[in-house]
């Protein structure tokens, strides 16, 4: 779309998105949103905001800040950018998050970088779109080592990836904010699966 030509740089800061390590695996998210909710990670439901909840009495403990953080808003009430969590409905197949900050990702088997990315995700969403495709259009040959594998399953570093369900974080900046291994370890023992996080900047 040309949209993108004429408009103006955007201002917003990042997004800290947490999904399942493996991209097709989709744990229950009312058990999520209970789990985040019983840790403290997430207050209250946001009024008129879909799936959207005020960070917890624990975000700060299981987020670790890096700098000086502190003057991360969470007041939905002053029309500024603040710092909220949603967790959207789950997808029927793994969804493409990428952002201005999205780089090409690496073979996990020879490093390699693949450099036609964009043309690679294009192709998926395509095809993720057209009833009846078949899952292989998923798969992406390495031009190197010649490794066939799941688009999400390159790495895609912490600046993109895929996910059917995920957490989000709103407003944060590429690294300013990591989970903690705690946080990671309660997702896996909740859910039953690993995580993993990234950053994304519309
Ligand atoms: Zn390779």
Not at 87 to 105: D, E, F, S
Not at 131 to 138: A, L, T, Y
Request: include cysteine.
């Amino acid at each position: 779309m040309p949209v993108a030509d004429i408009a103006p740089p955007s201002n917003h800061v990042g997004r800290l998105i947490l999904t399942p390590r493996d991209a097709e695996l989709c744990p229950d998210r009312d058990r999520l949103v209970y789990t985040l909710s019983e840790a403290g990670f997430i207050a209250d439901h946001i009024p008129d905001r879909e799936c959207a909840y005020r960070v917890g009495p624990a975000f700060f403990a299981l987020l670790a800040f890096v700098g000086c953080a502190v003057a991360i808003a969470s007041d939905p009430q002053t029309g500024n950018p603040f710092c909220h969590v949603v967790v959207p409905p789950a997808a029927a197949h793994p969804l493409w998050y990428q952002g201005r900050n999205t780089r090409a990702p690496r073979c996990p088997g020879c490093r390699a970088r693949l450099s036609d990315w964009t043309l690679r995700v294009e192709q998926f969403e395509h095809s993720a779109s057209t009833p009846g495709s078949d899952r292989q259009d998923s798969a992406v040959v390495c031009p190197i080592c010649g490794e066939c594998r799941q688009i999400w399953s390159w790495d895609w570093k912490q600046q993109g990836g895929f996910a059917r369900l995920l957490i989000q974080v709103d407003e944060i900046f590429p690294g300013e904010a990591v989970p903690t291994d705690a946080f990671l370890d309660l997702l896996a023992r909740e859910s039953g699966c690993a995580w993993r996080y990234f950053y994304v900047q519309a």
